[in-house]
């Protein structure tokens, strides 16, 4: 059985900065792209960051520079660190493993107060 469970949300002020982490289970882990998106309250969901099985990254225009990416293959942990947070990141952040398939956690929510 997959599972993907997020860690670290919470309520911070602006410029503040969180750490956010998925630890997977059930999947291998190395050969799968890991992501995080987000859903504000009324929008989409979007993407935030990903990182490839080759540790190549990508970032949504909005965060690059102030978020980053990163995993540890030994622990099947993906980690989104989270620095200058501002009001508009304010989001239900999910966790999400592609390889073929994809798999989906159930969601952090970080709050950035103004």
């Known amino acids: 059985q997959v599972q993907l469970v997020e860690s670290g949300g919470g309520l911070v002020q602006a410029g503040g900065s969180l750490r956010l982490s998925c630890a997977a289970s059930g999947i291998v882990f190395s050969v799968y792209r890991m992501g995080w998106y987000r859903q504000a309250p009324g929008k989409q969901r979007e993407l935030v960051a990903v990182?490839?099985?080759?540790?190549?990254?990508n970032y949504a225009d909005s965060v690059r520079g102030r978020f980053a990416i990163s995993r540890d293959n030994a622990k099947s942990t993906v980690y989104l660190q989270m620095n200058s947070l501002k009001p508009e990141d304010t989001a239900d952040y999910y966790c999400?493993?592609?390889?073929?398939?994809?798999?989906w956690g159930e969601g952090t929510l970080v709050t950035v107060s103004s």
């Open positions: 990182i490839r099985s080759n540790g190549v990254t």
């Open positions: 999400n493993a592609l390889n073929i398939v994809d798999f």
